[in-house]
């Protein structure tokens, strides 16, 4: 199959191309890029006015399968995320049973390359079912293909627990994904612990909930030498204990989701559960420091966090519905308007947080579409406004807090393999 994209602007930042060019793809490789490329093509794709960026890669994903099915699947969650130009995602663990052995991450793989149409590259836990008491088979599930672990949705409270996992992850060349919330502060908090929490008459979460076991997880990689990345990162300090990791020479990196810095607390509009994350939607302080932090480089890495439930979940309470939201389909769009239109980042350093350098800190060789390499490309129509609808969402979830928000910058098509598998 031989596919030339014609006139698109090239944005590359693994090589620093950044241009109107063709893009020439044979079978699933990047046979050539330039000006006015000639070819005998099975298809042309005029890509005027647009961009053609490498696939994006997601750090931080829930597929919910096996064991929650009704709020997505591989299948569904792949097709979302493709529909969002992610071409690699990692779903995280926290499914039932537990993605915690050898044997479970082999079962994921199998599941994958059955259902899904791009890249799924497993996470595993850190401790046996996730309950924080024993450490699973680390060595075992970086055999079978993980190259991440993560506790993600609580922190392993036990730190020698935790300092031995760090160190048997090094050595298995493991990069782990920290989520960071100290529960012995959290109290039952539902939201952030501010005016909007008082307003509503709920209990907040503060930011030392993350804030301490950011600090404690940055300096135990430091004494492990793993490599450690911040998921989900909210709060200022959290942003300044990043900064200050990596001047003590931490192999750190950290993550912001889109919702984190597009939305505060005073965004919330009531009792709907829409809104309800972990962490929270925090103050615009908070936010203001975490778009600093993208843009002088300190937060590399932009990631969904795609939560998704039933809708009977979500028409719950705050006190008793379950925190997430989806953003597979949402995060360029929102990444694009609030970042990019915004004058905080430009083109080419959003799709280095969103492909270029979670590629890099997972070591995968993707997150860069030069000559040669495979064929995991995306094109968006940066000026195309819409209004964010989530009954057009493929994901099963469609509880986001975004529906009715006007965006800029359109998801047209998803290549993988040289296959293209979304298109508008």
Same mark, same amino acid.
């Given at each position: ?6 006139? *698109? ?29 000639? %070819? ?14 490498? *696939? ?21 969650? %792949?097709? %979302? ?53 024993? /450490? ?6 970086? %055999?079978? +293909? ?14 020698? /627990? ?26 039952? *908090? ?10 509503? +008459? ?5 930011? &030392? ?110 006190? &008793? ?12 769009? @929102?990444?694009?308007?609030? @970042? ?36 995991? /490309? ?25 529906? *009715? ?20």
């Amino acid at each position: 199959m031989i596919t030339l994209i014609k006139g *698109g602007m090239v944005l590359n930042p693994a090589t620093g191309l950044c241009g109107v060019n063709d893009v020439l793809v044979v079978d699933e490789t990047v046979a050539e890029i330039g000006p006015q490329i000639s %070819a005998e093509a099975h298809r042309v794709i005029d890509a005027s006015g647009r961009y053609v960026m490498p *696939g994006f890669v997601d750090l931080h994903e829930h597929l919910r399968e096996p064991g929650f099915e009704y709020k997505e699947t591989i299948a569904s969650g %792949a097709m %979302a995320a493709a529909a969002g130009g992610f071409t690699t995602i990692c779903p995280m663990p926290n499914t039932q049973p537990v993605i915690d052995s050898r044997v479970m991450v082999e079962y994921l793989n199998f599941k994958a390359e059955k259902d899904a149409l791009i890249n799924i590259i497993p996470v595993g836990a850190v401790t046996v079912g996730q309950q924080g008491s024993e /450490l699973a088979d680390i060595e075992g599930m970086a %055999a079978a +293909g993980a190259l991440a672990l993560s506790e993600d949705g609580k922190s392993v409270m036990d730190p020698f /627990l935790y300092r031995e996992g760090m160190k048997r992850a090094a050595a298995a060349g493991l990069v782990v994904l920290a989520h960071c919330e100290d529960r012995r502060l959290l109290a039952g *908090g539902v939201m952030n612990a501010g005016k909007k929490a008082e307003e509503l +008459g709920l209990s907040g979460i503060t930011n &030392s909930v993350e804030d301490v076991i950011a600090a404690r997880d940055i300096l135990l990689a430091k004494e492990t030498g793993v490599r450690l990345h911040l998921c989900h990162c909210s709060t200022a300090d959290s942003v300044a204990l990043v900064r200050l990791g990596k001047e003590l020479g931490v192999r750190l990196s950290a993550e912001v989701c889109p919702h984190h810095f597009a939305m505060t607390e005073d965004d919330i509009p009531g009792d709907d559960a829409n809104y309800k994350m972990n962490p929270p939607l925090r103050t615009r302080a908070d936010t203001d420091a975490l778009i600093a932090g993208l843009a002088d480089g300190t937060m590399e890495v932009i990631a969904t966090d795609h939560a998704p439930h039933s809708a009977q979940e979500k028409e719950r309470s705050f006190r &008793s519905a379950p925190f997430g939201i989806v953003g597979s389909e949402t995060a360029f769009a @929102l990444s694009y308007t609030e @970042l990019v239109k915004k004058g905080h980042l430009t083109p080419m350093q959003l799709v280095e947080k969103l492909s270029t350098n979670p590629a890099r800190i997972l070591g995968i060789d993707k997150g860069d579409i030069s000559q040669g390499h495979i064929a995991d /490309l995306v094109i968006a129509d940066p000026e195309a406004e819409y209004t964010i609808d989530v009954n057009t969402f493929l994901s099963k979830g469609k509880n986001s807090p975004f529906h *009715g928000k006007r965006v800029f910058g359109k998801i047209m098509l998803t290549m993988v393999n040289g296959e293209i598998v979304y298109e508008v």
